[in-house]
């Protein structure tokens, strides 16, 4: 069956750095040690009860079984449409600024098939979400990745970008609050963003995964709060993180009309649109009382400070993160991101993600998530604390 190849596209898919890890994981639990992964960036609580009583009523109505509308229920958009408006103060046209995604990783992922040619370039944050890569991959694109450091608060140095790069890039993918870094970005950010945009004439890509996900206070931004920024931009945002909701896939995008449009486009080509009943249950999040996410920061913020003065108090060097749930840790002297991981692995039965893997400027970092409950954080302090490093 040699004669069954698959396509350059798939040929060309960077290797999966998390290989190694994925492989010895399975070595050191065959082993029986009892393993605590904070490897993977996945909720661990379960979808809010309301919410879930609204998926369950609305998966019973025969309306809810058939074929929804593409680009999503109008409902479920004009919800969106008033929830950026509370809580960004953005006004948006539910009809043609925003569309239903199938989480946003669809929607990330499809998006360069609407906007680049082949051999055109994306401007891509690196470390980041490998998505944006991927996609650019797929339709064809080439990546320049803009490396994310520490010396610039992990924000693109935009000013570094090349003339003739800045140029030729058609679309800039960024996240804020970041995964894997946990950067949040301000306003005078984001304005350069927008200034770069316009005078390159560049589509920025902004990924929100993270924006509800925030402690001491803090509130993340938009970039679509930004003056002018609609004219050059898109949001992609998620339920997945905000309310537990990773399983149902439901997620959303928001901003220029002409970038929806033709997003919307390549969707209705390849999918048919998110189940009605789970844009109902999203609508529900939406809607619904929020207490379930001041809860849920609560938790974290409280898991957060507990792991960062374990790790602290071992001598590894990190900063409190003011959102998402991770933490971007620099790795031991002496030790490169995979070495790390897989002594942590060895020697404590700990699961965490090599910084490299998110690309080759997260060298020198290793990832922790904080999505299993408190009491295996405490085990794992105490283990960290034999860890020899
Ligand atoms: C989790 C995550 C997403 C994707 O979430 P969906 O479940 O597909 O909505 C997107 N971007 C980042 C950075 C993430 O970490």
Redesign the pocket.
Known sequence: MDWIQPADRLKQLPPYLFMEIDRLKVEVQAKGVDIIDLGV?DPDLPTPAHILNRLNQAALDPKNHRYPSYSGMNDFRKVVASWYQRRFNVTLDPEKEVVT?I????G?AHFPLAFLNPGDLALVSSP??P?YHIGTLFAGGQSYFLPLLKENRFLPDLSQIPKEVAGRGKILFL?YP??PTAAVADRVFFEQVVRFARENQVIVAH?A??SEIAYDGIRPMSFLEIPGAKEVGIE?H????TYN??GW???FAVGNPLLIAGLSRIKSNIDSGAAQAIQWAGIDALEGPQDCLTELNAIYQKRRDLMVAGLKKIGLRLEAPKATFYLWVEVPKGYTSTRTTAHLLEQTGIVTTPGNGFGDPGEGYFRISLTVPEDRLEEAVVRLSKAGF
């Open positions: 960036g995604l989480g946003s990783k669809e990330i980041g979400y998505v996240n970041n995964n990924d995964a993270y992609f998620s339920l997945s993180k909701m990773t896939r439901i997620g």
